[in-house]
């Protein structure tokens, strides 16, 4: 299986290579083959990318809404024609199941493109009437925004920062995570076969240091990163200096809060989905699994039989529904924290350890009698680790959930209506789910309060974070003056 891209960069509509860039291996993490190769940019490359996004950017931005909605919209159809291959590539580039990738990543991205293409021909400003005078608003594009991406959702995340920053007049570089390089190619490609002028989507590869390059440079506007909290501590530090608009999707370590009137089952499927989906590679993750004493032992009996039906093995398989880590260096975190969470007292239920197969498996892993003071709960581990903590008391276990400097998301399991609304409202976390987990439908904002993040992505609520208002005020009268 190889999935070598026609070049390493895709700049003013077209393919683009500089072999004197870096070299950047993509491993398929299922067996650890190279499956592409590719080279970080140059600055010469970097150069190339800024200029032809501003060359783009007035012609783009003077479109009709509805113009640059077509555009999007074909590029949505192109993908769910193309939806078998492009997952087969995000698997090849994640090592995520087929089973997940042909309905969650390329599909999710279809859905952001379908969405903001309909919502571009209806970005309005406003009238504010002042008696005789009168103002009104101009709903501005930023111009030139930077996308930086993670490596769990390669297609996703591209289309959920694309889909609105053009939808709303912006022009783009993204910058994929150097792990996972292949997916934005595809994207930058299919949307110029859609339509998209040369030079408003951009691509180009590299690690932190091309990031860094775009952050800082002056004639970016915005920066959209999705990534971990370090990382966006300097995005957002250096996108200030320069005063740039930003969002920040960032880590979690989110509580999945499971009352004893709960639906057993239910919440035994959201603590799977919440953990192990993507081999638990998912920033929204309810990671800290608060189980009410009464039922905890039912509970934890019931996970460890679901989680002993997991299918493991070949992601190209689509009987598979658990795969390998992205990485042997996101392996070896993950079975560091394994080992923590045992040194530090925690129950291992069910996993613990490396698979004896080729690739970067491991099995899905169950802790019980977590304490809230230990590294398993408090740190995001970004592999399929779930940890179970027992409550009593629904003040209590707010006050817990709350107790960490995340706050991306969270959940409650519960059968009485007026406690579900009750605890997510004290929950300090950007997105909530009640008697569900992780389900993030374009229609939705997403996004994180506290170290989790800044602004939000997707639903109506992007378009603010991609426009800026021009407010005009319209004298209707004679101007009255002092002297
Ligand atoms: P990371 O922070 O290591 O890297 C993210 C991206 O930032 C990469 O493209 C990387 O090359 C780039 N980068 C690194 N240093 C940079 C710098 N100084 N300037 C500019 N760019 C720089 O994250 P990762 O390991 O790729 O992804 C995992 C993390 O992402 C987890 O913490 C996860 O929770 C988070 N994540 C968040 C969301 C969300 O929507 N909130 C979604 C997915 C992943």
Same mark, same amino acid.
């Given at each position: 299986?190889?999935?070598?891209?026609?070049?390493?960069?895709?700049?003013?509509?077209?393919?683009?290579?500089d072999a004197e860039g870096p070299q950047i291996d993509v491993i398929y993490p299922a067996d650890g083959r190279s499956v592409a190769t590719l080279h970080g940019a140059t600055p010469d490359v970097v150069e190339r990318a800024l200029r032809t996004a501003q060359a783009a950017l007035p012609a783009w931005r003077?479109?009709?809404?509805?113009?640059?909605?077509?555009?999007?919209?074909?590029?949505?159809?192109?993908?769910?024609?193309?939806?078998?291959?492009?997952?087969?590539?995000?698997?090849?580039?994640?090592?995520?199941?087929?089973?997940?990738?042909?309905?969650?990543?390329?599909?999710?991205?279809?859905?952001?493109?379908?969405?903001?293409?309909?919502?571009?021909?209806?970005?309005?400003?406003?009238?504010?009437?002042?008696?005789?005078?009168?103002?009104?608003?101009?709903?501005?594009?930023?111009?030139?925004?930077?996308?930086?991406?993670?490596?769990?959702?390669?297609?996703?995340?591209?289309?959920?920062?694309?889909?609105?920053?053009?939808?709303?007049?912006?022009?783009?570089?993204?910058?994929?995570?150097?792990?996972?390089?292949?997916?934005?190619?595809?994207?930058?490609?299919?949307?110029?076969?859609?339509?998209?002028?040369?030079?408003?989507?951009?691509?180009?590869?590299?690690?932190?240091?091309? &990031? !860094?390059? #775009? /952050? =800082?440079?002056?004639?970016?506007?915005?920066?959209?990163?999705?990534?971990?909290? +370090? $990382?966006?501590?300097?995005?957002?530090?250096?996108?200030?200096?320069?005063?740039?608009?930003?969002?920040?999707?960032?880590?979690?370590?989110?509580?999945?809060?499971?009352?004893?009137?709960?639906?057993?089952?239910?919440?035994?499927?959201?603590?799977?989905?919440?953990?192990?989906?993507?081999?638990?590679?998912?920033?929204?993750?309810?990671?800290?699994?608060?189980?009410?004493?009464?039922?905890?032992?039912?509970?934890?009996?019931?996970?460890?039989?679901?989680?002993?039906?997991?299918?493991?093995?070949?992601?190209?398989?689509?009987?598979?529904?658990?795969?390998?880590?992205?990485?042997?260096?996101?392996?070896?975190?993950?079975?560091?924290?394994?080992?923590?969470?045992?040194?530090? &007292? !925690?129950? #291992? /239920? =069910?996993?613990?350890?490396?698979?004896?197969?080729?690739?970067?498996?491991?099995? +899905? $892993?169950?802790?019980?009698?977590?304490?809230?003071?230990?590294?398993?709960?408090?740190?995001?581990?970004?592999?399929?680790?779930?940890?179970?903590?027992?409550?009593?008391?629904?003040?209590?276990?707010?006050?817990?959930?709350?107790?960490?400097?995340?706050?991306?998301?969270?959940?409650?399991?519960?059968?009485?209506?007026?406690?579900?609304?009750?605890?997510?409202?004290?929950?300090?976390?950007?997105?909530?789910?009640?008697?569900?987990?992780?389900?993030?439908?374009?229609?939705?904002?997403?996004?994180?309060?506290?170290?989790?993040?800044?602004?939000?992505?997707?639903?109506?609520?992007?378009?603010?974070?991609?426009?800026?208002?021009?407010?005009?005020?319209?004298?209707?009268?004679?101007?009255?003056?002092?002297?």
């Open positions: 299986m190889i999935a070598q891209p026609e070049a390493s960069h895709f700049v003013n509509g077209a393919y683009l290579e003077a479109m009709t809404g509805t113009e640059r909605g077509r555009i999007l919209r074909r590029a949505a159809d192109i993908i769910r024609d193309r939806n078998r291959a492009l997952s087969e590539l995000e698997t090849l580039d994640t090592g995520k199941p087929l089973q997940e990738t042909l309905v969650a990543d390329a599909a999710s991205g279809a859905d952001a493109l379908e969405y903001f293409g309909g919502l571009a021909g209806t970005l309005t400003g406003e009238h504010i009437p002042l008696g005789g005078d009168f103002a009104y608003t101009i709903r501005e594009p930023l111009g030139v925004c930077v996308g930086i991406g993670a490596w769990n959702y390669p297609t996703q995340i591209a289309c959920w920062k694309a889909a609105p920053a053009l939808a709303c007049g912006n022009v783009m570089i993204f910058k994929p995570s150097e792990q996972t390089p292949l997916g934005a190619l595809k994207l930058a490609a299919i949307l110029t076969e859609a339509g998209l002028p040369r030079g408003v989507f951009n691509v180009v590869q590299g690690r932190g240091d091309v &990031g !860094a390059a #775009l /952050v =800082t440079d002056p004639r970016v506007n915005k920066v959209s990163l999705t990534g971990s909290v +370090p $990382t966006g501590r300097k995005v957002y530090a250096a996108a200030a200096a320069g005063m740039k608009h930003v969002t920040m999707e960032l880590g979690g370590k989110s509580p999945l809060i499971i009352f004893d009137d709960a639906d057993l089952d239910d919440a035994v499927s959201a603590a799977i989905n919440g953990n192990f989906y993507s081999s638990g590679q998912i920033c929204s993750n309810g990671t800290r699994v608060f189980v009410h004493r009464a039922i905890k032992e039912a509970f934890l009996q019931r996970l460890a039989d679901r989680v002993s039906n997991a299918v493991i093995g070949d992601p190209m398989d689509e009987a598979t529904n658990f795969g390998p880590m992205v990485s042997e260096a996101q392996t070896a975190i993950v079975l560091g924290y394994i080992a923590k969470g045992q040194a530090e &007292g !925690a129950r #291992l /239920v =069910t996993g613990g350890t490396r698979l004896d197969r080729p690739g970067c498996f491991i099995a +899905p $892993t169950v802790f019980a009698d977590v304490t809230d003071g230990m590294t398993i709960a408090r740190e995001e581990i970004f592999g399929p680790v779930l940890s179970v903590l027992d409550f009593d008391d629904e003040a209590d276990v707010i006050a817990r959930a709350n107790a960490t400097d995340f706050g991306l998301a969270g959940a409650v399991f519960t059968r009485d209506l007026t406690r579900a609304h009750r605890v997510v409202a004290a929950l300090e976390a950007g997105t909530c789910w009640i008697n569900t987990y992780n389900l993030t439908p374009v229609e939705m904002p997403f996004g994180g309060v506290k170290a989790s993040g800044v602004g939000r992505e997707n639903a109506k609520a992007a378009v603010d974070h991609y426009t800026q208002l021009k407010t005009v005020y319209v004298g209707m009268g004679p101007v009255d003056a002092p002297f």
